[in-house]
């Protein structure tokens, strides 16, 4: 049974409640500047024994630095090399240097509000919206722990990021863009597969299948910090891609003389790096073809994706086709990211239901309101 003591500060009267924990050890809580709070928080103590849900006070004077470690250590095992690099950096460089001196029950919903909010102001959504997860991430655990009874960083919003605009080239901008490059077979595949930078110049020999067209997409090589990590595909899964008739020449000529674990594409024996963003050779071949042609849309590698999406969608694609190319996890992810390419579409499955209307209606009574 819970007791409520008064005692006097500098401060003047204060309340203590003594309290034995569902370990029968007894401590206490004090500071309460009414009676009446003292109750109140004695009461909830009761009921939180009596329904299992009592969260020890000294168990949440942990700070978020002393938590931190075990969730990081739990997250290397799980994301992909260049994914935990962004995550760690986050929390070196935002989390720690804000939160990691904190003790986690002393944390309030309004000041992790507060804080993203300032984030906000200088950093992405991209960024703001990683912080925000690795700090929930890590108070999950310490309520998943009984450390804390709430977690203060869920439910927090935070500002959503902006959709960039897309570029797609077309099928003559992007075979004079090949043209311009070192490596313009890579540059076709990219633009007519969808395949992804790592996924592409993760492909080998055994890779192609000839006889059907296929690419097979079973590992990514991704840079990070200076070196090539070959993993799983984005979302850990395989799936088979077509090409058109027009790349098996090119094709041959990469496979020809080589054994069926080497490199399609290689750059020297090695893996092709993604070319730098400022002065890589993809940039250079970019420049120079809008020397002569303003017009030329700023590209970047991971842009030609889209260019496959919208050449497969001019082409009669169906939504569902085209996320298993791009390998989404659905077609309503396809037609989100696509929802501008799929307006045209609309358009001209309009017309083909006028037209098939008018074909019916001939000899009909309705026949006039339909070909009008």
């Given at each position: 049974?819970?007791?409520?003591?008064?005692?006097?500060?500098?401060?003047?009267?204060?309340?203590?409640?003594?309290?034995?924990?569902?370990?029968?050890?007894?401590?206490?809580?004090?500071?309460?500047?009414?009676?009446?709070?003292?109750?109140?928080?004695?009461?909830?103590?009761?009921?939180?024994?009596?329904?299992?849900?009592?969260?020890?006070?000294?168990?949440g004077r942990v700070t978020v630095a002393q938590l931190a470690p075990d969730w990081l250590a739990a997250k290397k095992g799980t994301l992909k090399p260049s994914t935990y690099r962004a995550?760690?950096?986050?929390?070196?460089?935002?989390?720690?240097?804000?939160?990691?001196?904190?003790?986690?029950?002393?944390?309030?919903?309004?000041?992790?509000?507060?804080?993203?909010?300032?984030?906000?102001?200088?950093?992405?959504?991209?960024?703001?919206?990683?912080?925000?997860?690795?700090?929930?991430?890590?108070?999950?655990?310490?309520?998943?722990?009984?450390?804390?009874?709430?977690?203060?960083?869920?439910?927090?919003?935070?500002?959503?990021?902006?959709?960039?605009?897309r570029v797609y080239l077309t099928h003559d901008q992007v075979h004079r863009l090949a043209a311009k490059t070192p490596h313009p077979t890579l540059i076709l595949v990219l633009a007519y597969t969808g395949l992804r930078w790592g996924e592409a110049t993760g492909l080998r020999v055994s890779s192609v299948n000839e006889v059907r067209r296929r690419l097979h997409v079973e590992e990514n090589a991704v840079l990070s910090d200076g070196?090539?990590?070959?993993?799983?595909?984005?979302?850990?899964?395989?799936?088979?891609?077509?090409?058109?008739?027009f790349l098996k020449k090119r094709l041959a000529v990469l496979i020809e003389g080589k054994r069926p674990d080497a490199l399609l594409f290689d750059d020297g024996g090695d893996y092709v790096r993604l070319p730098h963003a400022a002065h890589g050779w993809f940039t250079k071949a970019v420049k120079a073809i809008r020397e002569k042609?303003?017009?030329?849309?700023?590209?970047?590698?991971?842009?030609?994706?889209?260019?496959?999406?919208?050449?497969?969608?001019?082409?009669?694609?169906?939504?569902?086709?085209?996320?298993?190319?791009?390998?989404?996890?659905?077609?309503?992810?396809?037609?989100?990211?696509?929802?501008?390419?799929?307006?045209?579409?609309?358009?001209?499955?309009?017309?083909?239901m006028a037209e098939a209307a008018r074909k019916a209606g001939e000899g009909k009574p309705w026949a006039e309101e339909v070909s009008a």
């Open positions: 049974m819970a007791t409520v003591t008064a005692y006097q500060t500098k401060a003047g009267k204060r309340y203590r409640v003594r309290y034995r924990k569902p370990d029968k050890s007894q401590t206490d809580k004090r500071g309460f500047k009414t009676k009446k709070e003292a109750e109140l928080f004695a009461a909830t103590v009761t009921v939180s024994k009596a329904t299992g849900e009592y969260i020890d006070p000294a168990r995550v760690e950096g986050s929390w070196r460089t935002h989390v720690e240097k804000e939160w990691g001196h904190r003790e986690i029950q002393s944390l309030e919903p309004s000041e992790v509000r507060a804080w993203l909010g300032k984030l906000s102001e200088g950093k992405s959504a991209t960024v703001v919206s990683r912080c925000r997860g690795i700090l929930a991430g890590i108070l999950d655990g310490a309520v998943d722990d009984l450390r804390i009874r709430k977690n203060p960083a869920r439910g927090v919003p935070v500002k959503k990021k902006k959709g960039q605009r070196v090539i990590h070959v993993g799983t595909p984005k979302g850990h899964e395989k799936r088979s891609v077509p090409y058109p008739p042609d303003a017009q030329f849309p700023r590209i970047t590698p991971h842009g030609l994706r889209h260019t496959a999406a919208s050449l497969a969608i001019a082409s009669g694609a169906t939504p569902k086709a085209v996320q298993r190319m791009l390998g989404h996890k659905s077609a309503a992810m396809t037609l989100d990211t696509y929802a501008d390419l799929f307006e045209d579409d609309l358009d001209s499955v309009a017309d083909r």
